[in-house]
């Protein structure tokens, strides 16, 4: 069964910093490009910052500089770093696993920022 699971949310002052992260269980992390997209209620669920197999990351425009995806295929886990937070940032961010060439596709359950002005 595989499972993806967020942790690291929470409410913080703008210009405050969270890390989340998101831990895989039941796939073989090493081989799926992994991504952190967010939500907020009545919207689309939109890419964050992705990072693949071979650690080439990629940001959208609203977070360069702000924002850093890693991971750690030894521990199954990637993060995000978001420092510089605006209240623009809040929204559910949610974990995503992909695995290149393949309908294989996982989400986690999301974790919840709130960034207050």
């Known amino acids: 069964q595989v499972q993806l699971v967020e942790s690291g949310g929470g409410l913080v002052q703008a210009g405050g910093s969270l890390r989340l992260s998101c831990v895989a269980s039941g796939i073989t992390f090493s081989m799926y490009r992994m991504a952190w997209y967010r939500q907020n209620p009545g919207n689309e669920r939109e890419l964050v910052a992705l990072i693949t197999l071979g650690g080439v990351t990629n940001y959208v425009d609203f977070v360069k500089g702000r924002f850093a995806i890693s991971r750690d295929n030894a521990k199954n886990t990637v993060y995000l770093q978001m420092n510089s937070l605006k209240p623009e940032d809040t929204g559910a961010y949610y974990c995503?696993?992909?695995?290149?060439?393949?309908?294989?596709?996982?989400w986690g359950q999301g974790t919840q920022v709130t960034v207050s002005s």
């Open positions: 995503n696993a992909r695995l290149p060439g393949s309908s294989a596709l996982y």
